[in-house]
């Protein structure tokens, strides 16, 4: 038996949708939904695509769908090297060294870096993080409160970003565990007196306050790309700027 049904009714509970929900936003009838649901209807390529864009599933939860209805996967995964990525690589590199001098990288659906520039090199490698470490492993070390000042809300605010994350894809058992460690961490107790929460960095007499920004490719018809976040950090006030510029070069 098709595998189809039970996938569509799982990324539809996800979603918290009835079959009426979907129904009005995939332009078909709920009796559609239904007998897709139960197994009496059989869906085209079209309409998977059409439920795909209502339920908005990232492209691997897509390739799923249709291979458990029977059809060839559509979407591919190419590698990071691959030749038609290098436009890709070039824009992502064109927003890293352009963020100069404040840090930047990108990273994959895991939170590997795929990519940092010079100052994201600087700052990160203070804890022996570089392109390929996992920034899911680096939130689980028990010294991380040792460097980052406010880490009870860095913890908490990390925790509902991967709760996030994970549930726009479906559930991802990674981003989940690390999600369940990080809400051991203490609550804050309150909210900082800042329209935003930074993450404050301590090395020594250096002390760094960022916040960050999060850039996604908006046609993605490759999972590699659908999944690539590029993050952009930010001084949260003039002593860092200042610290960040007075690194520049060195």
């Known amino acids: 038996m098709s595998q189809f049904p039970q996938t569509l009714k799982t990324w539809r509970k996800s979603r918290r949708f009835s079959q009426l929900d979907l129904a009005l936003e995939a332009d078909v009838s709920a009796r559609h939904i239904s007998f897709l649901e139960s197994g009496r209807s059989r869906p085209s390529a079209d309409m998977i695509a059409r439920l795909g864009d209502a339920l908005q599933m990232p492209l691997s939860a897509r390739n799923q769908m249709l291979t458990h209805a029977g059809y060839s996967a559509r979407y591919a995964a190419r590698g990071w090297d691959d030749a038609a990525m290098q436009p890709i690589r070039d824009a992502v590199r064109h927003m890293l060294t352009a963020h100069a001098p ?55 605010h990390s925790a509902q970003r991967l709760r996030s994350e994970s549930a726009a894809q479906g559930g991802v058992p990674e981003l989940d565990r690390v999600a369940a460690i990080l809400s051991d961490v203490p609550n804050p107790t309150a909210l900082p007196d800042s329209p935003i929460i930074p993450t404050i960095y301590r090395a020594g007499p250096l002390r760094l306050s960022l916040f960050g920004t999060i850039a996604q490719f908006g046609t993605p018809c490759d999972m590699t790309l659908d999944d690539l976040k590029v993050e952009l950090f930010f001084p949260a006030d003039a002593e860092t700027e200042q610290a960040l510029r007075g690194l520049e070069g060195t």
């Open 102 to 156: 404040y840090p930047a990288m990108a990273v994959d659906r895991l939170w590997t870096v795929v990519d940092l520039n010079e100052p994201a090199e600087r700052l990160f490698g203070l804890l022996q993080v570089g392109q390929g470490s996992s920034l899911l492993d680096l939130m689980m070390r028990p010294d991380l409160s040792d460097v980052i000042e406010n880490w009870e809300d860095v913890a908490h």
